[in-house]
């Protein structure tokens, strides 16, 4: 992936750091998204034929109201794999107007001193948006996690 990225000249840009992350994430949003739709009732959707919906009609008015949960863990699970990535952003990225904000807080650490106050007040101001969108998206989560657990 770093040859692909060094290939196209993107290293130590901010699209050095995006495409991979969205090429990377799709495996993941597939399966959990296919897994969530061949659960829906077919017969929802051969009841919006028959009120004359089309297939993408059916498809936002039907499928995506049912999926939003599903569609939210996704959404969770990459922004949080790609908040708290290290390795790839310290490979990609010297520059530092563009360092993300896991590198720049592990570029603190001196090799003799370390400023333990502000490299905890960092970490602190770090984990406050994974907190925000936890509280605000924690019911949304675990209903797209335990949806398949239990059969009706």
């Not at 009609?57 to 939210?72: D, E, S, Y």
């Not at 959404?75 to 896991?102: F, M, R």
């Amino acid at each position: 992936m770093f040859i692909l990225v060094r290939g196209f000249g993107l290293i130590n840009t901010l699209w050095g750091l995006i495409i991979p992350y969205i090429a990377t994430g799709e495996a993941l949003a597939i399966f959990v998204l296919r897994t969530f739709f061949a659960g829906l009732p077919e017969e929802l959707f051969e009841a919006a034929t028959i009120d004359g919906a089309s297939q993408l009609q059916a498809f936002v008015r039907i499928a995506l109201p049912l999926v939003r949960p599903a569609l939210g863990t996704v959404a969770i699970i990459q922004l949080l794999a790609v908040w708290n990535d290290y390795v790839w952003p310290l490979l990609v990225v010297t520059d530092d107007s563009v360092k993300t904000l896991t590198v720049g807080l592990v570029g603190l650490h001196g090799r003799f001193e370390t400023p333990w106050g502000e490299l905890m007040a960092g970490y602190v101001l770090a984990s406050l948006p994974v907190l925000i969108l936890f509280f605000f998206t924690v019911r949304q989560f675990v209903t797209g996690l335990t949806s398949g657990a239990l059969k009706l």
